[in-house]
């Protein structure tokens, strides 16, 4: 009885954690231009609830929920990326997904980083050269 009790206790002292550790809570600054980097965006984005300043969240909180954290992961530096120029936009993202830690410096530079800019369409402008 007395074991009961005390995994009663661990599982509501623990329930917290567990629910702390899934939150998604996103900061991005978006450059159109990499060369006028003061011209910048600030977004927020919450998930579960939905919630935040970024324009298509529940989009966005589908997508992350689908490829998680690991959408952010960089390309291995061993990568063969084609030599595309996809356009000068940059953005930071930073903060947290399924309560991973995530920070990113996305652009559109080759091949590699446009497929990594396109993993959460809904997060990012398109981007592309103008």
Do not use: N
Not at 36 to 53: H, I, K, N, Y
Not at 85 to 112: E, K, N
Request: charge should be positive.
């Amino acid at each position: 009885m007395r074991v009961l009790l005390v995994l009663g206790c661990a599982l509501l002292l623990l329930a917290p954690v567990a629910q702390a550790s899934s939150t998604t809570a996103l900061r991005i600054v978006y450059v159109e231009d990499a060369k006028r980097p003061s011209e910048r965006v600030r977004w927020s984005l919450r998930c579960d609830p939905v919630g935040g300043t970024l324009p298509r969240r529940a989009a966005a909180c589908r997508e992350l929920s689908r490829v998680g954290w690991r959408a952010f992961a960089p390309v291995p530096a061993d990568t063969a990326c084609t030599e595309i120029f996809g356009g000068p936009q940059v953005a930071i993202v930073s903060g947290r997904v399924d309560g991973h830690r995530v920070w990113a410096r996305l652009s559109r530079v080759d091949g590699c980083q446009i497929a990594r800019w396109k993993r959460v369409p809904s997060l990012l402008p398109a981007g592309g050269v103008r």
